[in-house]
C-alpha cells in the first residue's frame, strides 16, 4: 500500500508548520504547507485533500471563515477537518459554534498526539487508506478517571466505567460510547451521524434506529438513579446533547 495520503496544512506559523509537515510525512502523509488561507482554497480546490488542519490565527482570514469557504467548495464536506487552537475561547467557539468540524487541538500539543488524532479521523470516516493504526484517543480531551467537570458524572476511561451521581452504571459497549461522548461536552449536540461514526466504528446496524435505541436505554438507565432528570436532551431533528443544567449532586 504506497498511497499516502495528502494533507493539508494551514498554518502560518513556520515553526510549527514544519514540526507538524515532519511528523506526518515520517507517519506515511504527504503534508502540504499554505501559509494563508487564500493558498489553502487554491490548494484544496486544484485537489481535494484527505484531511485539512487548520489553524484558527491566520493572516488574511480567520479559520473559521476559511472553515466554511472550505466546506462551500465542490466535496468540501466531505473533507475532514482538524482545527488547531491556540485559546480556550477559541476551543469554545470550535465546539459551541457546532461547524461540524471533525476535531480540534490545543496549542502547544505534541505532535504525536497530533498524528495519532489525524489518524483517528481518517480511520473514522474511511476517505483514505491509513497505514497501521496507533491506539489513538476517541475524543480531544480525555477527562481523567473521575473527572467529567461540572457534571453528576464519573468517567473512568480505563475500566470503560461511568458513574452517575455516584452509582455505577451497567452500560452495553454503544451506551458506553455513546453517553462518554455526551458527557465530555455537555450541552454540544451531536447529531445522529456523528454519534455513529465515533461510537459504531464497527459500522453495523441502520444508523437512525440504532442510535435512538441506544439513547432510549441509556435514560432507562439514568431515569433509574434520578428518576426527575432528563439528562440527555433531544435536539429536535438534529440529535442528542447533554443537559448543562444538571445539579452536580443530589439533595
Ligand atoms: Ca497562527
Known sequence: MLHKPRILVVEDESGIADTIQYVLATDGFTPVWCGTAGQALREFAAELPALVIL?????????????????????GAQVPMLFLTARSDEIDRVVGLELGADDYIAKPFSPRELVARVRAILRRS????????????????????????????????????????????????????VLRLLVQRPGRVFTRD??????????????????????????????????????????????????????????
Open 194 to 251: 456523528e454519534l455513529f461514526d465515533k461510537v459504531w466504528t464497527d459500522g453495523s446496524g441502520s444508523l437512525d434506529r440504532t442510535i435512538d435505541a441506544h439513547i432510549k436505554t441509556l435514560r432507562a438507565k439514568l431515569k433509574a438513579v434520578a428518576p426527575e432528570l432528563e439528562p440527555i436532551r433531544t435536539s429536535r431533528g438534529s440529535g442528542y446533547a447533554l443537559s448543562e443544567d444538571l445539579p452536580p449532586e443530589r439533595r
Open 55 to 75: 489553524d484558527v490565527g491566520l493572516p488574511d482570514l480567520n479559520g473559521f471563515e476559511l472553515f466554511k469557504r472550505l466546506q462551500a467548495l465542490p466535496g
Open 126 to 177: 474511511e476517505r483514505a487508506l491509513v497505514p497501521e493504526p496507533a491506539a489513538a484517543p476517541l475524543n480531544p480531551t480525555p477527562a481523567a478517571p473521575g473527572e467529567a467537570a461540572g457534571t453528576p458524572f464519573a468517567l473512568d476511561e480505563e475500566r470503560r466505567q461511568i458513574r452517575f451521581y455516584g452509582r455505577l452504571l451497567e452500560l452495553s459497549r454503544y451506551e458506553y460510547g
